[in-house]
């Protein structure tokens, strides 16, 4: 692929940090337009957007160092020194979900109908994303025989250089796709949820956000097969991806059984 997009002299400008802030900044423009449906300002939106920026770098960072702990024990000051790179989505998802909260919390705001309108967006810049993940050679498949396989020749590709120019899978692509569709998905079901009756709407505050939980969750693990990259290692011969996507399925399942059984118990006699 082309992990350098543009070199002036000295100055090498990396695909993967211009398509990361594209992801961004079209998170950005979603969140935007669509920001009165959690009833928020431009001026809040681009709080929480720096809320769980920065939250979610720094989670990102927190899992991958977790994950790479002898790496980073024998030499900890790395953590600094190559902090440009090395990063963990759940990890950064967690951190950015907390930071939102975070926001929520002292803003008054209901933290649901905020998670809401995030996942769309989440599900857009992660798909493009990954497509910077494509551009570096990282998160990249096992070796492949079928014709989609991808070759990652570059000099700085981050591909293990015993794979360098053998077709791989392109599992970037794989879990670009697939979040392209999740978020046309998210998308409108959010604007079902926006036209519902109030009492309705109400009670569906949380459920575009956790449909994303549970259905990124799905699309992650079964990538994880195809993935060919160092993960953290396996248990059970599950990596470590695949267990966060377990507990994420499971617990957003408990999040929609609760909520349910919330609302049943709190209707009385004429509203059932």
């Not at 669509?34 to 989670?59: D, F, H, K, N, P």
């Not at 440009?84 to 926001?103: C, D, I, T």
């Not at 070759?151 to 794979?163: E, I, K």
């Not at 879990?175 to 998905?185: D, K």
Request: proline share 4%; hydrophobic share 50%.
């Amino acid at each position: 692929m082309h992990p350098v997009l543009l070199k002036i002299g000295s100055l090498e400008i990396p695909s993967y940090g211009v398509l990361v802030a594209g992801a961004f900044l079209a998170a950005a423009i979603y969140l935007q337009s669509q920001r009165r449906r959690a009833g928020l300002s431009e001026e809040q939106i681009q709080q929480v957007l720096l809320w769980a920026l920065l939250s979610g770098i720094l989670g990102a960072k927190i899992f991958y160092v977790a994950l790479s702990w002898d790496y980073f024990a024998a030499k900890p000051w790395r953590v600094l020194t190559e902090f440009s790179y090395g990063f963990v989505f759940y990890g950064g998802f967690a951190g950015a979900v907390l930071g939102a909260w975070l926001f929520a919390e002292r803003g008054g705001f209901s933290f649901l109908r905020l998670a809401d309108l995030g996942a769309p967006a989440t599900a857009l810049a992660h798909a493009i994303g990954r497509l910077g993940c494509l551009a570096a050679g990282c998160c990249y498949g096992r070796p492949t025989g079928f014709f989609w396989g991808v070759r990652f020749s570059h000099p700085q590709s981050l591909v293990d250089p015993r794979w360098a120019d053998i077709p791989l899978h392109p599992t970037q692509l794989y879990e670009s796709v697939f979040n392209f569709g999740l978020f046309l998905f998210l998308h409108f079901y959010g604007l079902r949820s926006k036209r519902s009756r109030e009492e309705w709407e109400q009670e569906r505050y949380g459920r575009t956000f956790v449909c994303y939980v549970i259905l990124y969750a799905l699309g992650r693990a079964a990538v994880e097969f195809f993935r060919g990259d160092d993960r953290g290692g396996f248990w059970l011969g599950l990596s470590p991806a695949q267990w966060m996507s377990a507990a994420a399925i499971l617990a957003g399942i408990g999040f929609l059984l609760g909520r349910a059984r919330t609302f049943r118990s709190s209707a009385g006699p004429l509203d059932t």
